[in-house]
């Protein structure tokens, strides 16, 4: 059974870091792409970074995110990292981690696409 489970999530000031995990389970994460998405009160989900599949990982951020977030592979842990640092009151919301198996080397900024998700973990940001 496939299954993801996120974690790290909580409460930090501005300017402060995170770093989020995403465990799977039930398949070896190496062979899927990861999504992270959030969801702010009110807005749709969005996609904040993706890590494709395969070894030779390619990562993508959203705009408002690059160059303070970056996602990372354990693969000996079969788990997932989004690092936030330089966090900002907009990056509040719940963090989800998805999965999506595909063609090697690739990934997806469509959360229809995904087919396994994670339950989700509160990220606030505030002072």
């Known amino acids: 059974q496939v299954q993801l489970v996120e974690s790290g999530g909580g409460l930090v000031q501005p300017g402060g870091s995170l770093r989020l995990s995403c465990a799977a389970s039930?398949?070896?994460?190496?062979?899927?792409?990861i999504g992270w998405f959030r969801q702010a009160p009110g807005k749709e989900r969005e996609a904040v970074s993706c890590i494709s599949s395969s070894s030779v990982g390619i990562n993508w951020y959203v705009g408002s995110v690059r160059g303070r977030f970056s996602v990372s592979r354990d693969n000996s842990k079969n788990t997932v990292y989004l690092q936030m640092n330089s966090l900002k009151p907009e990056d509040t919301g719940i963090y989800y981690c998805?999965?999506?198996?595909?063609?090697?080397?690739?990934?997806?900024?469509?959360?229809?696409?995904?087919?396994?998700w994670g339950q989700g973990t509160q990220v606030t940001v505030s002072s």
């Open positions: 998805a999965g999506k198996r595909g063609i090697s080397g690739t990934y997806s900024t469509r959360f229809d696409e995904y087919d396994s």
């Open positions: 039930g398949f070896t994460s190496n062979d899927y792409a």
